[in-house]
């Protein structure tokens, strides 16, 4: 990484952990990605210019773990998740279950505040809406 890269990606960051503060208390970790909580869903915020002047963030949220790795719960949250427009759905199976993330990037390079933390969260409360339907479907299931 350049350090104009280095330069234009941490100015990025900085200006997502503003937007987000609003909202969140917000952790950044020793490489500079930020980490948060909305709820119960951990989330985490990293930045890269995949080349110049297209610089992207990319959210990462959590939104279940150790699920029952059953196939009805993994097509509902696929289905719920495509009703909305804000990030991709990934199901991993693990030796516990079923984890559920939602994952969303994009180019926020010169992006006001306002805007970024607007983005942000919806990105976030897609996550933990997500989350309370795929944990009322385990529960009831």
């Known amino acids: 990484m350049t350090d104009d890269e280095a330069k234009i990606t941490a100015e990025l960051l900085t200006a ?18 930020l980490s948060f909580a909305h709820g119960e869903v951990p989330c985490a915020v ?21 699920l029952p790795d059953d196939p009805a719960l993994a097509v509902s949250a696929a289905e719920r ?11 991993v199976h693990t030796d516990r279950g079923m984890d559920v993330t939602l994952r969303y990037a994009f ?9 970024l933390s607007t983005i942000l969260m919806l990105v976030v409360s897609t996550a933990s809406q997500l989350r309370a339907d795929l944990l009322s479907s385990v529960e009831q299931g």
Do not use: K, N, Y
């Open 81 to 91: 998740a495509g009703q909305g427009l804000f990030g991709t759905l990934g199901v």
């Open 107 to 115: 180019p926020a390079q010169g992006m006001e505040p306002a805007p």
């Open 16 to 33: 997502a952990r503003e937007a987000l503060e609003i909202f969140h208390e917000v952790h950044v970790d020793d490489d500079g990605a």
């Open 46 to 66: 990293q930045a890269m210019q995949l080349s110049e002047g297209l610089t992207m963030l990319s959210l990462t949220c959590v939104v279940a773990w150790d």
